[in-house]
């Protein structure tokens, strides 16, 4: 299984922004996904998580609320939509992912349980 992240750019603070992690093998409705992040001097962190069905979702306190993680098992796809972008948003962002043993309805927030990742892509809001 291979994973390449697309869509990242640079926005000013306020705007809009969708990236997507095309998912290339077989299983990809077995996968529980997430995306992370990581800023320079700063370890990579939980972002957002998905199930392999879809219908369980968890984010981090400082994107609740803000970002909506979403995916299309019929296109491989996961996407990451961010609205209301922050300066601190600034990050390389990755997305990851799982074969899901615990369920259609498992996710998980723990970067260790992720054995998938894609390249990064890089997305900066300036102020």
């Known amino acids: 299984v291979q994973l390449q992240a697309s869509g990242g750019g640079l926005v000013q603070a306020g705007a809009s922004l969708r990236v997507s992690c095309a998912v290339y093998g077989s299983g990809f409705s077995t996968y529980a996904m997430g995306w992370f992040r990581q800023a320079p001097g700063k370890d990579r962190e939980f972002v957002a998580a998905?199930?392999?069905?879809?219908?369980?979702?968890s984010y981090s306190d400082s994107v609740k609320g803000r970002f909506t993680i979403s995916r299309d098992n019929a296109m491989n796809t996961v996407y990451l939509q961010m609205n209301s972008l922050k300066p601190e948003d600034t990050a390389v962002y990755y997305c990851?992912?799982?074969?899901?043993?615990?369920?259609?309805?498992?996710?998980?927030?723990?970067?260790?349980?992720?054995?998938?990742w894609g390249q990064g892509t890089q997305v900066t809001v300036s102020s």
């Open positions: 990851a992912g799982f074969r899901s043993y615990g369920g259609s309805y498992y996710y998980s927030s723990s970067i260790y349980e992720y054995d998938h």
């Open positions: 998905i199930s392999s069905s879809g219908s369980d979702t």
